[in-house]
Structures are given as structure tokens and as C-alpha cells.
């Protein structure tokens, strides 16, 4: 097989000719943003995904949750998604930093349609914007601040074809690896064991989660 990165396409116009030409329907429903609608589903949020890259555009997604409602959107342009006890890496917020730029997914258990906010972003530790955001867990030391550019409802096709809420669907919790053992075989530790990393995991969550 060819390596794909030789044969790959050059430009955005060898790729427009692979596809029929854009919807008119799918540029007007971005209405660039926050309406009554936006806010109602934002505030019935309860996990979002966020894709932000570095100066260098190495890229990187990573998920934020908390009880619905703790993003909050600011004004009809802004939001602001409180930081949270993680592992300290500050990968999502060393890339705003650097770029200014994230997008983010708003994803609602049980519901298919999802909410796309793209936009200018920066890291914020204003104490009078983070007295106004719902903790998660510990109070934020920092919060990630987007004025929206774009904002739009997404359409439900890839929830539907994943099936991701119809639990027959789910794969068998014996036929994937579990956290702990991935954990073991990616740290390289020929000493440490999956009945340390579980209970090391349990700690976190049991002291760490807040």
C-alpha cells in the first residue's frame, strides 16, 4: 500500500471536488451565538469535549465534566468552562495560551444532537469571573473563557450509527482492556501491578475527585 501522507490531497479544492457542494442549510444554522435555545442546552450539559492546538499545532482533545450547568455562559457571546483536579499535564490550557484559539462539542446524556462552539479562547484567574462559575470539585484556579465566532447545533448521524446510548450495544467489559491494565503496559514499570494502579485509581477518585 501507498503511504497515505504521499498520496494525500494538496489543496482544499482537489477535496471540494470529491464532495457535492456545501448545504445552504448547514452555513445558515450557524448563528455565531448564544441564544435562549444555546443556553438552555449548554446549561443541560453535563460533559464537553474540547480540541485546542499549540503554537506548533500539535493538537489535542480532552473531555471536562461536571454537574449540568457548570459552564456558564457569560453573555451572548462568551462562555466560561471552570479548570478542574486533573493530572497537572495543562495541556488544554498551555495550548490556549499559546494559540488564543479552541473549539468545543456540548454533549447531553441521552440526547443525539450535539452543540459545536468554535471561537477566540484565553485562560482567565480573574477572581471576580471565577466567584461567578460553578465549581467542580476544589473552586477553579483558572477558567477557560470562549467568545464564540461560530455556534451550531450538529447534527445526530454519528450517534445514531454509534448507537452510543443503547447499552446492547456496548462492547462486554471482559473483551477490552481495563484502565488499570493499560495504565501498567504504557508506564514501562516491569514492579508495578494492576492491583496497584487500581487501587492508586480509586485513591484519586476517592480524594482527588472534588
Known amino acids: 500500500m501507498n503511504d497515505p501522507f504521499d498520496t494525500a490531497l494538496a489543496s482544499v479544492e482537489e477535496l471540494r471536488e470529491l464532495y457535492p457542494p456545501v448545504l445552504e442549510r448547514a452555513v445558515r444554522k450557524d448563528i455565531g451565538y448564544f441564544d435562549d435555545l444555546c443556553r438552555r442546552l449548554i446549561g443541560g450539559c453535563s460533559i464537553v469535549f474540547l480540541a485546542s492546538h499549540s503554537a506548533e499545532g500539535q493538537s489535542d482533545v480532552t473531555p471536562r465534566g461536571g454537574q449540568p450547568g457548570f459552564v456558564t455562559v457569560l453573555d451572548d457571546h462568551r462562555l466560561a468552562i471552570p479548570d478542574a483536579t486533573g493530572n497537572q499535564r495543562l495541556d488544554t490550557l498551555a495550548n490556549v495560551v499559546e494559540s488564543g484559539r479552541i473549539g468545543v462539542i456540548f454533549v447531553i446524556g441521552g440526547r443525539d444532537t450535539t452543540l459545536r462552539v468554535n471561537g477566540r479562547a484565553c485562560v482567565s484567574a480573574d477572581p471576580e469571573l471565577l466567584e461567578r462559575l460553578e465549581h467542580v470539585g ?44 493499560v495504565t501498567v503496559a504504557h508506564r514501562g514499570d516491569p514492579e508495578l501491578t494492576v492491583a496497584q494502579v487500581e487501587e492508586e485509581q480509586r485513591e484519586s477518585l476517592r480524594t482527588r475527585l472534588a
Not at 467489559?173 to 491494565?181: F, I, M, N, V
Request: net charge negative; aromatic share 10%.
Open 138 to 181: 476544589k473552586p477553579p484556579r483558572t477558567a477557560i473563557v470562549i467568545e464564540a465566532e461560530e455556534v451550531y447545533a450538529h447534527c445526530p448521524k454519528a450517534f445514531v450509527r454509534s448507537r452510543l446510548w443503547d447499552p446492547e450495544s456496548w462492547p462486554e467489559p471482559g473483551s477490552l482492556p481495563t484502565a488499570g491494565e
